[in-house]
């Protein structure tokens, strides 16, 4: 049913002569190197502070590996194009354990909540460092993840999209807290060249959005519909729209985006989850902040692995844990640190926050546009 096109639904950067054409050629960065470090730590106590509070969370700490074995390590997609950075370990083990470095924490985070104790309205957060290698490199993709990657424990009652949107407009409201943040204690952000993000998100399902623009792919029906709106929640990512494909591919085994949701103009939609994306005015292109969901229950785990022809997966711990019911039921997500400090510093690359690889030609390109890459 769902091919690899529908992930290459829209024309990603695939060369650095196309992240030349995407820096600004007449960039200065608003903060000087030593004030961009502070103001780095603002943002991110603050986030981690605020968001802990309104969703009522807990920081704990997280793996940077897991076994293979376990199922708990993050696919990112369902086609296997991303793979995960695996070796042995375990020296004087006469079968050295096979590990990942995770992707991300998305599954783990549910098994850690039965392991906390969570109960309904109660959850976790994490300081969440990943690897990802199957990226292209370029103004804001790298190989090195972080995210406040968190989960909470819902009631059945809860797994609906009014929910889901409840718990959308706290992270929100907690963004754009930090962006007013920085601001106070940093006055040189506050530009208008760069105008502050809206106060409310617009939420719009992708079979909307496909409606809008029939005849684009993905990346540019973002784009266009970031000119009209710029801050939207993308609705039912994963599910295939009119066109035959997803909006974007989602791994089959953590969010839910088979469940129906609502009945408008003769569709009916699918999805209870979806990513934040804004539009960012230094770099002029959409920019994506969070990814997130109501998560699978049993039977929603079991159709989403029938379509992505993935069934062999229920035999991992992991996975057998959530048909026999062992796992809380819950919402997560996880918000791109490095990306939501980028876009609040008003930084042109992900680079002059993060410190991570980078390829010479890319840093190249950057020193010729006045962009400082930490190294």
């Known amino acids: 049913m769902l091919d690899k096109k529908a ?23 608003l903060l000087n190197k030593r004030d961009t470090q502070r103001a780095i730590y603002e943002v991110k106590n603050y986030i981690e502070t605020n968001l802990n ?42 079968k050295r354990l096979n590990a990942q470095v995770v992707q991300a924490a998305t599954k783990w985070k549910r098994i850690a909540l039965k392991q906390f104790g969570m109960k309904p309205g109660e959850g976790i957060n994490t300081d969440m460092r990943a690897v990802r290698k199957d990226y292209f490199l370029d103004h804001d993709h790298s190989s090195y993840v972080d995210q406040w990657d968190w989960e909470r424990v819902i009631t059945a009652e809860d797994r609906n999209l009014d929910f889901l949107k409840m718990i959308v407009k706290k992270i929100w409201k907690v963004i754009k807290g930090a962006e007013l943040h920085a601001q106070e204690l940093f006055p040189a952000l506050k530009n208008p060249k760069y105008p502050n993000l809206p106060d409310e998100l617009v939420f719009l399902h992708a079979e909307e959005i496909l409606g809008k623009y029939p005849d684009l792919p993905r990346k540019q029906r973002e784009t266009q519909i ?9 609705i039912g990512i994963g599910w295939p729209l009119e066109d035959g494909y997803p909006h974007e591919m989602r791994a089959a085994d953590y969010d839910d985006w088979v469940t129906e949701t609502v009945r408008k103009n003769g569709k009916i939609y699918h999805g209870i989850n979806g990513d934040i994306l804004v539009w960012n005015h230094v770099t002029k292109r959409r920019h994506e902040l969070s990814s997130m969901g109501i998560r699978v229950n049993a039977e929603t785990l079991r159709i989403q692995l029938d379509m992505s022809n993935q069934l062999d997966q229920l035999s991992t711990p992991y996975h057998s844990a959530i048909i026999r019911d062992e796992l809380p039921l819950s919402v997560g997500g996880g918000i791109g640190q490095s990306r939501t400090q980028m876009l609040i510093l008003r930084k042109a690359h992900l680079g002059e926050v993060s410190v991570t690889v980078w390829p010479k030609e890319l840093k190249d390109i950057c020193e010729k546009k006045n962009i400082f890459v930490l190294e």
């Open 53 to 94: 509070k309104e969703l009522n969370l807990m920081m704990v700490q997280v793996p940077l590996i897991v076994t293979k074995e376990s199922g708990v390590n993050d696919n990112l997609d369902r086609d296997g194009s991303r793979t995960p950075v695996e070796f042995p370990c375990g020296l004087g083990l006469d």
């Open 226 to 234: 970031l000119q009209e709106y710029p801050a939207v929640f993308i």
């Open 7 to 29: 992930d290459l639904a829209g024309p990603g950067i695939s060369t650095y002569a196309e992240v030349e054409k995407i820096l600004p050629a007449d960039y200065t960065s």
